[in-house]
């Protein structure tokens, strides 16, 4: 391996890393497309030893003014599409790594960074976004759960006026809310039966199980901690682990918590089939008042909308069409056809506005009746960013 040490004038506040970065053994510190929030994070970086693999190849080269990198004598800059759908499925990944690491170093740090960067997906396309939850399938159940309640919490905290600051401490909240049963989760989903009596009792105690590992591991926020420890309260004192009422529970931990619900029947389990969106929206509508704030459960449904992007849908002329963006007319979003009434499968997808009434949207329905896998990359012509390999 050959290593070069980084400078402070190679990571830029704020803006994507565009490359991995090692410690002087080589081994992984960050991964390339982190966005690092404060010149203080990146001081203390780069004091630490802060490297980047110049490649077995060996042909990148500082350029003249040091502030860049170009490949053999080319000037020009070699970039590569990313899309958001591959941004998140980065967090994703490290996420992952992270919780699994037996001693993670900088832990809080990393956490944030991962935030951060699910507010540039965001920034890039919002109703890309918010199709991950419905289109992105890899990676472990229990991390896809955190990346989802990440991802709806951006969405409703920005929905309710909340600054950047504000949002990200409550998305570190949601991707590490459920880090004392992240192995229970993946079980239970691949179960065939519902929880038994001590699953069930896990569940209950993870929110203060949780908390006890985020100390140990360096985070010392308050309110992060409290979003943590208040994710499974309900209005109505039925939630746990203490039975919290009203206001009793913040307003974030409720936003948490109605998130996390969110996804939980989104995604489904192995004994439960995913609910249709409409379905989980007029569930959570159905308990406002009760274990739901009528005011927030109001939020969710204008956010995230009745047709939410990535949702499968059937059209009035029996075209099928993935949905790709939210209007302001909730029942007219703009949906790209996969698949024509005469069953043909579109190569590339066509774009139709549902407020046609030959597209007008007749149902939703189930992913799992389309029967083919769709590139998301196929169905949105923005949300993507240009990086440097």
């Known amino acids: 391996m050959s290593i070069t040490k980084l400078q402070l004038h190679q990571i830029q506040v704020g803006k994507p890393l565009p490359f991995d970065a090692v410690d002087a053994d080589g081994k992984m510190l960050l991964r390339r497309g982190i966005v690092i929030e404060s010149q203080h994070q990146i001081e203390q970086l780069v004091s ?32 590569k599409k990313v899309s958001v759908f591959e941004l998140m499925a980065q ?31 965001f920034k890039l396309d919002g109703d890309a976004a918010l199709a991950t939850i419905q289109m992105l399938h890899q990676g472990r159940y229990a991390l896809r759960r955190l990346m989802h309640g990440a991802i709806l919490i951006e969405l409703l905290m920005a929905q309710a006026g909340g600054n950047e600051a504000q949002r990200q401490v409550v998305i570190c909240a949601a991707l590490t809310m459920n880090i ?8 239970l989903f691949h179960q065939a039966s519902p929880p038994n009596p001590l699953q069930l009792a896990q569940v209950r105690e993870h929110p203060t199980r949780s908390v006890d590992m985020l100390r140990a591991l360096g985070v010392s926020d308050e309110s992060w901690l409290r979003f943590v420890a208040q994710h499974h309260e309900t209005i109505d004192g039925k939630g746990t682990p203490r039975g919290l009422a009203g206001a009793q529970i913040c307003r974030a931990g409720q936003l948490l918590s109605l998130a996390d619900r969110y996804g939980a029947m989104a995604t ?30 109001g939020l969710l449904v204008k956010a995230v909308g009745i047709y939410p992007p990535g949702s499968l849908v059937e059209l009035a002329n029996g075209d099928i069409a993935v949905v790709v963006k939210r209007t302001q ?41 389309l029967g083919f896998e769709v590139d998301p990359t196929l169905l949105w012509d923005e949300g993507f960013e240009v990086e440097p390999l």
Not at 331 to 339: A, E, G, I, L
Request: aromatic share 4%; glycine share 6%.
């Open 48 to 79: 630490r030893g802060l490297y980047r693999d110049l490649g077995p190849e060996q042909l990148w080269n500082q350029s003249e003014d040091g502030t860049g990198m170009t490949i053999g004598n080319d000037p020009r800059p070699v970039a």
């Open 329 to 369: 007319s909730a029942s007219h979003p703009v949906v790209r056809c996969v698949k024509t009434y005469s069953k043909q499968i579109l190569a590339q997808p066509r774009k139709r506005l549902t407020s046609e009434p030959a597209y007008a949207i007749s149902r939703l329905m189930p992913m799992s009746q």
């Open 180 to 187: 004392s049963m992240l192995e229970l989760q993946d079980e």
């Open 268 to 297: 489904g389990r192995g004994y439960r089939e995913p609910a249709l969106p409409n379905v989980v929206l007029k569930q959570i509508f159905m308990d406002k008042d009760k274990s739901v704030d009528a005011g927030l459960a």
């Open 91 to 121: 967090v994703q990944q490290s996420l992952d790594a992270l919780l699994t690491e037996t001693e993670p170093q900088d832990f809080p740090l990393r956490v944030q960074q991962l935030a951060a960067r699910v507010q540039h997906g």
